[in-house]
């Protein structure tokens, strides 16, 4: 959008100023040119490639302090030169955290040098005169481009998203190069059919890394393909991303099956592809979207978990990449993203959200409930002989179900979401061959008060506590007169075997403070979940 842009680029600038600082300028070491990864001491082949190519963007954009900056230049060059020392005689990169002669390193890089060689294409056509660093600069990035064909083409991919990666590079490369014949290498990738259900999701459910991947592979084949069919996977997507926003502003990521499973993540990445969807389809609801996702980001200056601020600076690529971004601006509506109720057999999970409280219900997964009041969250889990994992999730008039066994314990359990009150009731049956004693566990992901009548007392994440009987409140406090209260209300009533309930649950979780409800099974049980 033409409006974020200025101060995308100042972002930027303030990045490459610590790129620039970073880079390995000793000629006797056999890191000149790269990048060391502070935390593994060694700097990955193809971040030359990949970092080389940010640093020409600016040197290519006349918004930017560093257009036409002799020094950025050399540095981008060199950096070109460390991972070319690094490419094997297969033209593949390996990617020395855990992939080997990886053709998809090479692709990865393949969609950063593309867009910076167009950029600087235009620039040297439009200056006066080119200088021989330019023209040093231009053939290093083709030379690049011409190996990544034979690094990529018949050599495979490892994950899910790797085809489309390859796919979109390889369009990349058969426009820049001219070489209609890898269309048919291409259309290989695509015959083997596309991984996104028709809620939206793609078959490694990665909300914040390889989602976002798929999207741009996507976005990449529609406009260099000229096949614009592809963009409803990316539109789909995208809206069912929406109904992963939680009440504290992050993304749900329990049920992602990579390396952000779990992770506390907001939606600054996300920002690119809804700017440049909603220009690509004219859908005001995504520039509405993109919008409030820059607003988020203004009021973190600071990052959040290696994400903020400095994020929304991504998009640099895009810019200098398509003219439409930054000449033109696009309107927005107005989109409700806090209230959906969403469900999605194919991914095991239910979403709800009702402004600020949210349930989440999934099967697959050992923590298979979550509740959540603005900035303060339970988790559940259930522990017979061991935690069970529901296999099936379902949907009744009242609201979801899942099921699951340990191999000992069996329990059928129902949850009803009631909207008017932001209130859950979690309903519990088990069955097993003799009496046996389970727990429900509830994890709070904040320290905070937990008060009764029998009890008042302060929580410590990492410890834990068994509630014989009745309701209690917790309270998570963001300053001294600013608390959430969370009240939990139950029929758990047993006390015979709240020894061995702890003692089968220790460890507990690092991140949170555990509450026990106990009984032993065959029983039925409930729990209400209410905000106070």
Not at 225 to 245: A, C, I, Q, S, W
Not at 260 to 277: A, H, N, R, S
Request: charged share 25%; glycine share 6%; hydrophobic share 35%.
């Amino acid at each position: 959008m033409k409006r974020h842009m200025l101060q995308n680029i100042q972002r930027n600038d303030e990045s490459i100023e610590l790129i620039m600082a970073g880079q390995c300028l000793d000629k006797n070491s056999y890191m000149y040119g790269g990048w060391m990864d502070p935390d593994c001491g060694y700097s990955e082949p193809c971040r030359g490639t990949g970092l080389g190519s940010n640093l020409m963007l600016h040197y290519c954009c006349a918004y930017s302090k560093f257009y036409n900056n002799d020094d950025l230049l050399f540095k981008a060059y060199i950096g070109f030169k460390f991972s070319f020392r690094f490419l094997h005689a297969d033209n593949t990169y390996d990617l020395m955290c855990t992939n080997y002669h990886d053709p998809t390193s090479v692709a990865f890089n393949v969609r950063l040098v593309a867009p910076a060689l167009k950029a600087l294409k235009r620039h040297m056509e439009s200056s006066p005169s080119i200088k021989e660093m330019e023209i040093d600069v231009y053939n290093i990035m083709i030379e690049f481009l011409t190996k990544a064909t034979d690094g990529i083409v018949g050599r495979g991919f490892h994950t899910p998203n790797h085809r489309w990666v390859n796919a979109s590079a390889l369009a990349y490369l058969m426009n820049i190069l001219d070489m209609p014949e890898l269309q048919d290498e291409i259309d290989k990738y695509l015959a083997e059919g596309i991984d996104c259900d028709e809620s939206g999701e793609y078959a490694e459910r990665s909300i914040s890394i390889y989602n976002l991947t798929n999207n741009e592979s996507f976005i990449i084949l529609a406009l260099e393909l000229k096949r614009p069919e592809f963009l409803e996977y990316v539109n789909r997507n995208l809206y069912m991303t929406l109904n992963y926003l939680e009440p504290d502003g992050s993304i749900f990521t329990l049920n992602s099956t990579r390396q952000d499973f779990g992770v506390k993540t907001y939606p600054f990445l996300l920002y690119e592809e809804y700017m440049i969807m909603a220009h690509l389809t004219n859908n005001k609801d995504f520039a509405y979207v993109a919008e409030c996702f820059y607003n988020m980001s203004n009021r973190s200056r600071y990052d959040l978990n290696n994400q903020g601020y400095y994020t929304i600076g991504v998009p640099l690529f895009k810019y200098m990449e398509h003219d439409f971004l930054r000449l033109e601006d696009m309107e927005a509506t107005p989109f409700d993203m806090t209230k959906y109720n969403s469900y999605q057999p194919g991914s095991n999970i239910a979403r709800v959200r009702n402004g600020e409280t949210s349930m989440t219900v999934l099967a697959e997964q050992p923590i298979f409930f979550k509740y959540e009041y603005r900035f303060l969250a339970i988790h559940t889990k259930f522990m017979g002989r061991s935690y069970l994992v529901p296999k099936t999730i379902g949907r009744t008039e009242k609201g979801y179900t899942l099921s699951g066994t340990d191999g000992y314990v069996t329990a059928d359990m129902e949850f009803t979401y009631r909207e008017e009150d932001n209130e859950v009731d979690i309903e519990i049956e088990t069955k097993c061959p003799s009496a046996y004693p389970c727990s429900l566990l509830l994890l709070f992901d904040h320290e905070g008060l937990m008060t009764s009548d029998d009890f008042n007392f302060r929580t410590k994440l990492k410890e834990n506590i068994l509630v014989k009987k009745g309701s209690f409140e917790y309270s998570h406090f963001l300053a001294l007169s600013l608390f959430y209260t969370i009240k939990i209300e139950s029929d758990f009533d047993e006390t015979a075997s709240c020894q061995q309930c702890l003692e089968n649950a220790l460890p507990t979780d690092k991140n949170a403070f555990t509450v026990l409800l106990s009984g032993v099974a065959p029983y039925k049980k409930k729990v209400t979940i209410k905000v106070v």
